[in-house]
Each structure stands twice: as C-alpha cells, then as structure tokens.
C-alpha cells in the first residue's frame, strides 16, 4: 500500500497495541538443511489462515474485514485483501459457495457496501470506512495505491463470478476509482502491481500505461548492488512482487527480476545469519508499521527499514510470515523451507500472527494482510502442485460367486484430503472402497463381489478420487468374469467293474 502512508500512520495512531513477548534467539549455525523442516501441509496453513475472518473475529456483522484485531477500520487494500482471500476460500473448499457466511453471502456484503458507501465529495472512495458501521472513519480521500488493488480484486471477482459481472461493473463507475488513473507513479514493484488494476478496467493513461511496461525498461535503469546481486534502481520489497504472482499473470521477465530479488534475500542471510524475507508489515515498536525495503530508493541503500514519517529507522527487521510462507508457494527451496520453519510458531487457532523479528520476537499482531495473502498462497501452492496420480492394474479376473481385492495408489506431490468411491458398469456387481476419505499418499482397496448370477464377459469398476480444490482423478480396470470352472472326475475299475486297486 505504497501510496497510503499518511492514512496507515493515522489508523495506527488509533490502534491499541499489545506488547510483544521476547521469544527464544534464532541462533545461525550455517545454512539449515531440506531435512530440518517437515514439508509443509497448505490445507493446515489455507484454514489456520482463514480462521481470522471468521464472523465476529476478523469480520464485522455488516460483513466486512478488520485491518486488525485491534483496529476494526479498512481501507480500500484491505478490502482488496479480502475478496481475493473469499474467492481462494471458495476455491479450496474452506467455505461453500451457499449458506450463512458462505462464499456468495460475503461477496454480496461487500459489493453491497461498495455500491451504498459514502463517497468523498471528490467522487472517489475515502481514505478509511468503519468495518462496523460501514461509515467514513477519515474525513481525506483513498488514493492510487488502495484503489488500484481492490480493482485488481473486483477483476478477479468478475472472472471468479461472471454471473455478477454487470454488478462489478457499475460498483467500479460508482466509485470514482479511475480518477486515480492519471496519478499512478512509475517507480517500482508496488505501482507493477496496482496499475493493472486501472489497465484491467480499461484505463490507458499515460502514467498507468508506463508502470504495467516497467519490465520492458529495467534492464536499462542503473542498479545497485545487494549482497552481490545487481538489482533496478526501483522500490523493490516482497509485498507487491507476491500479490502479482498470485492475482495477476506475469510473463517469464517478471520472475528473472523476482528471482533475483529472492538471491539477493538468500545472499543477505549466508553473509550475516539473518533469515530475511523482507515486506510490509505491523510491528510492535514505534512507528507500528514500517516498510522493509530490498532497494530503499529514499535513502539509496538496500535492506533498510523505513516509514514515511522517520525515514529509515534502527528496528530490528522482521520476517513477516506472510513473506515467508508465501515465498515458499512460489519457489520451494531450502531456502524457503527454512523461513517457513522459523515463522510457524506465528500460527494460531484464529490465524497467523505478523512474523517474527531477526532476534527470535515474536510480532504479536493478528491482521487481515497477512491472512488473507498467505490463504493467497496455500490456492497457488495447491494448484500450480503437479497432477495427482492413481496407479492400480488393468485386469483382474474372478469366478461367478467369487470375490477379490483390488489395490491402488494415490500420490501426490502435496499432502491433500481425498475422497474416494467407486462403481461397476452393472449394477449387478458389488462395489466398495477402503478408506473412503484419507490424505494423500493413500494406499486404496477397492472390494469386489460378483454374485453367482453374474453373466461371464468383460465388465468395468472404476474408482475415482477427488482431492482439493476441484481434482478429479480416476482409473478404470477390466474384470473378467470367467465362466464356472468343471472338476474331472476319473475312476478306475478293474475287469469285474469294481474300482482298481492302486490306481
């Protein structure tokens, strides 16, 4: 949210902070191995995560989202966080589609909302609304930033649920958000991101159109040197570059500079022990949110942390587990696997606190941001996984009256729920699967009965197999009923027709 600074300093003014509890010191001896850390379960994460927007924790009566626990204002970004984070629940089957608190009934409280909000007398949205009372909590306007991602959102939405796509549509004229589009900056990962928003919605100004080509002229801007690897001379943090990958489609030359970004940030920690996974975030610490930048262009130094009202300031950085586990969706290295074990311990039965600082602190503070990017996360991990596979034969054969079993192997590159059942091409046959419901890897057995009625001849079970979000996998096998069997029976008899002896 780079251009919301004075609305983040006056909503955290207002916000009630608890104190952090100092927390055993990581203590750096050498790189950690693959080994060291389980692999993670993104189910576990995705609904630990999607715990804080539960009714009357994380979101008001009126249906909309707290910034944080403690602050139960929103702004624009936040309610960008929050659609997105609806739309990635739904896909991963955290909350049905109908019903109470459902996926459609969050949707429509909050295109509800954007469609009766006050606007500034300006024509566009206000800074800060109250997420319990729906009404302005600041007396200024939203900026280019806020508005630019919650399009990024509502774009998403209308592909997510075409049905609503006229609604969408004029919930965007009401809101004034294009007027933005000529104020869009041109300095670095956060405007990449949120000027897709504005192009997404068909504004093509000059400043919008310069900030989505910023790509096409990175290798041209002068650099500057983080831990060895030479990065653009642009504001450069993790925040923006995650929220591209998982709303957005970036070409091949988005993930050679992120890709870079993510060197650098490993280089930092084999020269100093620091595990480093630098963002945005809440802190416990005055100014109680600071920017981490990986290039500061304000002070022209690479990992500072900064805030509009000091400029850079001497707290210890934090690694926000939003970036840590995120990260971790998108590459999956050692790396990774090593800031996802440092920051697990910031899960919570209500969702994951901010991150935990360089020196082993926890950031107690539960938000919407972090939440709802690292429920972005878990969606992408889960989908971009390879396929499932099922393995089993291709031909088993049985007697009329008999029985068999038959075994096959699920496997999958994630450990993810699975349900499984399994039919017959004739009614006549018997059916059944064991166990119905497991995680993958998954050893199955299917059980088959046919009746002594059954007919000889070819006939088909199929067990299929659905594993979240929306996977289906099944595999057929041939079963051949053969005809009844005949026992030749021989008796030898002697010349008096009597049986033989000996024979």
């Known amino acids: 949210m780079r251009s919301s600074f004075p609305v983040k300093l006056l909503a955290l003014l207002l916000v009630v902070l608890v104190l952090a509890v100092p927390q055993s010191t990581f203590h750096h001896g050498g790189s950690r191995s693959a080994e060291a850390e389980p692999e993670i379960d ?5 609904r630990a995560a999607w715990n804080y927007f539960q009714p009357g924790f994380g979101v008001s009566s009126r249906g909309l989202n707290y910034a944080t626990i403690s602050w139960r204002y929103l702004t624009d970004w936040d309610l ?3 659609l997105s984070a609806i739309i990635d629940a739904e896909i991963l089957g955290l909350i049905p589609r109908d019903g109470r608190w459902g996926a459609d009934y969050r949707i429509r409280r909050v295109l509800d909302f954007l469609a009766s909000r006050p ?3 300006s024509g566009v949205p206000y800074a800060i609304y109250n997420a319990d009372t729906g009404e302005p909590g600041t007396s200024g306007p939203s900026n280019p930033s806020d508005a630019g991602r919650l399009l990024v959102a509502l774009y998403r939405l209308k592909q997510h649920r075409p049905d609503l796509s006229s609604y969408i549509e004029a919930i965007v004229e009401r809101n004034g958000f294009l007027k933005f589009a000529d104020k869009v900056p041109n300095i670095g990962s956060y405007p990449y991101f949120y000027a897709h ?3 997404l919605w068909g504004a093509r100004t000059k400043q919008v159109v310069d900030a989505v080509n910023m790509l096409a002229t990175l290798r041209s801007r002068k650099t500057i040197n983080a831990y060895g690897v030479e990065l653009p001379f642009v504001e450069i943090t993790m925040e923006p570059i995650l929220h591209t990958v998982f709303e957005l489609d970036p070409p091949e030359e988005f993930f050679h500079w992120a890709d870079l970004v993510l060197q650098a940030q490993i280089n930092r920690y084999k020269a100093t022990g620091k595990p480093t996974a630098f963002t945005e975030g809440g802190h416990t610490s005055p100014p109680h949110y600071v920017y981490e930048w990986i290039v500061d262009i304000y002070t022209g130094r690479t990992f500072t942390v900064w805030n509009p009202s000091f400029s850079a300031l001497s707290l210890t950085p934090v690694v926000y587990t939003k970036a840590a586990i995120a990260m971790h969706a998108i590459w999956e290295n050692d790396y990774t696997r090593m800031l996802v074990g440092y920051v697990m311990r910031t899960m919570t039965p209500n969702g994951f606190y901010e991150g935990v600082d360089e020196a082993g602190r926890m950031i107690y503070q539960l938000t919407d941001k972090t939440n ?19 393995s089993g034969p291709g031909l088993v054969e049985v007697y009329p009256g008999g029985s068999t079993t038959i075994s096959f192997f699920l496997n999958h590159s994630l450990s993810l729920p699975a349900m499984a059942s399994a039919t017959a091409s004739d009614p006549g046959l018997g059916v059944s699967v064991q166990p119905a419901a497991g995680r993958t890897p998954l050893n199955l057995t299917l059980y088959l009965e046919v009746p002594g009625g059954v007919k000889p001849g070819t006939y088909t079970v199929t067990l299929e197999v659905r594993l979240t979000p929306s996977q289906v996998v099944s595999r057929s096998v041939a079963v051949l009923v053969k005809p ?3 026992t030749l029976r021989v008796r030898a008899l002697d010349a008096c027709g009597e049986p033989a002896a000996n024979v």
């Open 42 to 46: 993104w189910m576990e994460v995705a």
């Open 80 to 82: 960008g966080c929050y």
């Open 119 to 121: 606007l500034h007398p």
């Open 197 to 199: 928003g504005y192009y």
């Open 372 to 390: 709802a990017l690292i429920v972005n996360a878990a969606r992408y991990a889960i989908m971009k996984a390879k396929p499932p596979s099922l």
């Open 484 to 486: 009844p069997g005949y």
